[in-house]
């Protein structure tokens, strides 16, 4: 019982501290001029149906910042080829277009880009900005004003209806966002604390990067531990209110990794903080909701007015009490009409409805519903292979699944089985994500989808499972074409290269 009050009582000193960081609020800034324009590379990254990047780019090139001072590179990460054709033809931006099988993702494209500009001359900050944002005319300029004053930072995501007013549901996520932005990010930067840095939008300086090295964050998880690196090093993530971007409100993403992630990173990192920047945010992973908040107060006040404890029954009502002006304080700051509390407040119930849709036995029945009314199609096919680990090879098995036309692999080596866990839309996808599992392994596959002379062809299918061989190996004829498949294998197998975009 006494850890459980030191913790709340802590976490209780901490937002104390956050609502009265917000109440102390800056001057604001009209005139953002600067003695020295910044030069900066605004990087654009696009996967899939890139409709907005024509927007994003038409708004950055009308900025107000001096266009000799700023470049915009744009990377079409398998992008569909109809919304891209007519972007290419624009002579004002660098197009970097990745053709593989499957998308590289921004953490790799990003740390390419970044590697091949990294001695490029007077070149100051990047400015990294995901596809379907849009910004106003003065982005760049703030920018470079707060570039003075931070050399990691983000700007606010303000999320829009999509040609229609937002629902019950879009209202709970968009105010909790706004709250979470107006109070708890900017109180963190003001006490000089760091936030979880948002990969959809944010600016580094070049110097920083050079000093960290790539990107890292393939996921929530990643983003965290990227976070965790930075404040390693004694840089601080900002984040910047009057800095705003926009984007529809079907791109929200709560950026919360669930909370088994979070303590796993928490116990990990714990004792290997080099500063109280990092010590600081570290345990600001493990801070409890609403819900865990009020649970443990409530065991307290129970507790303290039935049986002796050291600390008195008026005392954690009393702290308590404190706790709930704090939050009340919080709300000020938010700048949130009185009409609009019911979607804030609305949000605890939204978030125990989403932990309860998908708890383990919940989700696992629910599942099994839907698959117990349902009719499988399954096709099978077994195929031989070969797995080398560098230096030998081994002969083995794949059994190719199409269940209702989702693709899995099963891997079969003399008495051992694997099979893919997720159910994938196509049989690359699936073998691709065999080949990272056994590359956890040192092992890989010797098959044409590893090869660096396969090329796939799209010819419509779902699976896209056909392609064809250009090794040029001796006596063949110029321009013959040689079909494959992606499972197939020959002795003139070679691994595929790490994927570069120039």
Not at 187 to 213: D, P, V
Not at 219 to 239: M, N
Not at 432 to 451: H, N, P, V
Request: net charge positive; hydrophobic share 40%.
């Amino acid at each position: 019982m006494t850890i459980l009050y030191i913790y709340i009582t802590i976490f209780t000193i901490y937002y104390i501290l956050l609502a009265f960081a917000s109440l102390n609020k800056p001057r604001k800034v009209r005139d953002k001029y600067t003695s020295r324009d910044s030069n900066l590379c605004v990087v654009l990254y696009a996967t899939g149906a890139c409709n907005t990047l024509e927007n994003l780019i038409k708004q950055l090139k009308n900025q107000t910042y001096p266009k000799q001072r700023y470049s915009i590179y744009a990377i079409l990460d398998k992008c569909d080829e109809a919304s891209t054709t007519t972007l290419t033809t624009d002579l004002d931006v660098n197009f970097i277009s990745v053709n593989n099988l499957e998308p590289i993702g921004k953490s790799q494209a990003y740390s390419i880009l970044a590697e091949k500009l990294s001695e490029a001359p007077n070149l100051d900050a990047y400015v990294f900005l995901d596809a379907n944002n849009y910004v106003d005319s003065d982005f760049l300029t703030n920018i470079n004003y707060y570039l003075t004053k931070y050399d990691v930072f983000m700007p606010m995501i303000n999320y829009i209806p999509e040609n229609k007013d937002l629902t019950f549901l879009e209202n709970i996520k968009v105010f909790y966002s706004r709250y979470c932005a107006k109070f708890l990010y900017t109180a963190r930067t003001r006490l000089r604390l760091t936030n979880l840095i948002n990969t959809n939008a944010f600016i580094i300086r070049r110097s920083i990067l050079n000093k960290i090295g790539s990107f890292e964050f393939q996921d929530k998880t990643a983003e965290i531990e990227y976070t965790i690196k930075l404040a390693g090093e004694g840089l601080r993530v900002a984040f910047i209110d009057e800095l705003k971007t926009y984007t529809y409100i079907k791109n929200y993403d709560s950026r919360i990794p669930s909370l088994s992630k979070r303590i796993n990173l928490f116990w990990n990192n714990v004792t290997h903080c080099r500063n109280f920047t990092t010590q600081e945010y570290v345990c600001s992973l493990i801070t409890p909701n609403w819900l865990t908040c009020i649970f443990a107060y409530g065991i307290l006040l129970i507790h303290s007015y039935k049986f002796p404890f050291w600390v008195g029954y008026t005392s954690i009502l009393i702290t308590f009490i404190v706790l709930l002006l704090a939050f009340s304080i919080s709300l000020l700051t938010t700048k949130i009409y009185a009409k609009e509390y019911i979607y804030l407040f609305m949000y605890p119930l939204y978030s125990i409805g989403h932990i309860i849709k998908n708890f383990p036995p919940i989700r696992g029945v629910r599942n099994f519903i839907i698959h117990r009314n349902r009719k499988h199609n399954i096709e099978k096919m077994l195929t031989d292979i070969i797995v080398t680990d560098g230096k030998n090879d081994f002969k083995c098995q794949l059994e190719l699944i199409s269940d209702d036309g989702l693709a899995r692999v099963k891997f079969i080596n003399k008495n051992k089985t694997y099979t893919t866990k997720n159910n994938h839309l196509r049989m690359v996808d699936a073998i691709r994500e065999l080949t990272s599992k056994l590359g956890d392994y040192g092992l890989s596959l010797k098959i044409c989808q590893c090869c660096k002379y396969f090329q796939p062809v799209v010819d419509g299918s779902t699976n896209m499972v056909k392609g064809c061989c250009n090794c040029q190996f001796q006596g063949r004829v110029s321009g013959d074409i040689i079909p494959t498949l992606v499972w197939n294998t020959c002795p003139r197998f070679e691994e595929q290269n790490v994927v570069k975009l120039f």
